[in-house]
């Protein structure tokens, strides 16, 4: 998981309470995503950047903002935490359109954050 | 519905067997990726086959790809019980900006 971080690793919340998760990078990569991973589903699309202050959504937004101040972090924001959010989630950065990548979107995951919504 | 459906769903193998994980997908593709799972562990990028290309190999996998079937299948050879893990396949579909991954197969090599 080396030049992809997320923060934090573990977290265990309250049903209607704010929640932050960060992803920090050290690559100087243009894309960041944000993935939930849920047993006998995959992963899933949450939002994704493809720049500074540049982001889109994925197929599973509902519930989730994100926001991206800088080239090398990616916050995934749930305003008002549900029991349905509880998963794994996973940042993930692509070097896709960097000077010098070979064009193809080959995504590095972090280590993921495990939260649990009680 | 996922882009990208792998099967079998688990599978289980003794050392030095070969195993085959087969995914299968509904849209025009630029690229299919298979990555790798470890339990606990993000993801990890194994391979990329091209819409043009039929057969990749790195090491002991190889990948097919068949666009007219819409489908894709990894063969790891004579496993190990290190490859026991979970393995997606991934869908770089055109005039999207990100991957659509399938829901894996879990593969379990038994020493």
């Known amino acids: 998981d080396a030049g992809i971080t997320q923060s934090p690793r573990h977290k265990v919340t309250e049903t209607g309470t704010p929640v932050t998760l960060r992803c920090h990078q050290t690559e100087n990569h243009r894309y960041m995503y944000w993935y939930r991973q849920d047993p006998g589903h995959g992963l899933r699309l949450i939002h994704y950047?493809?720049?500074?202050?540049?982001?889109d959504k994925g197929e599973v937004s509902d519930g989730y903002s994100v926001s991206r101040s800088k080239t090398e972090d990616f916050l995934l924001t749930l305003e008002s935490a549900t029991s349905s959010q509880t998963s794994v989630y996973f940042c993930?950065?692509?070097?896709?359109?960097?000077?010098?990548?070979?064009?193809?979107?080959?995504?590095?995951f972090g280590a993921g954050s495990r939260l649990t919504v009680l | 519905s996922q882009q990208g459906e792998e099967d079998p769903q688990a599978l289980s193998i003794q050392e030095g067997e070969n195993a085959t994980m087969n995914c299968s997908y509904k849209?025009?593709?630029?690229?299919l990726q298979w990555y790798r799972q470890n339990s606990g562990r993000g993801l990890v990028h194994l391979i990329l086959i091209r819409s043009n290309e039929r057969e990749k190999h790195s090491g002991r996998l190889r990948v097919t790809l068949d666009t007219s079937k819409k489908s894709s299948s990894l063969l790891i050879t004579a496993s190990r019980a290190a490859d026991t893990a979970s393995y997606f396949c991934?869908?770089?579909?055109?005039?999207?900006?990100?991957?659509?991954f399938g829901s894996g197969t879990r593969l379990q090599v038994q020493p």
């Open positions: 849209t025009s593709i630029n690229n």
């Open positions: 991934a869908t770089d579909r055109t005039g999207r900006r990100a991957l659509t």
């Open positions: 950047s493809y720049g500074v202050k540049d982001t």
């Open positions: 993930a950065i692509s070097e896709r359109g960097d000077r010098g990548s070979s064009g193809a979107n080959v995504l590095t």
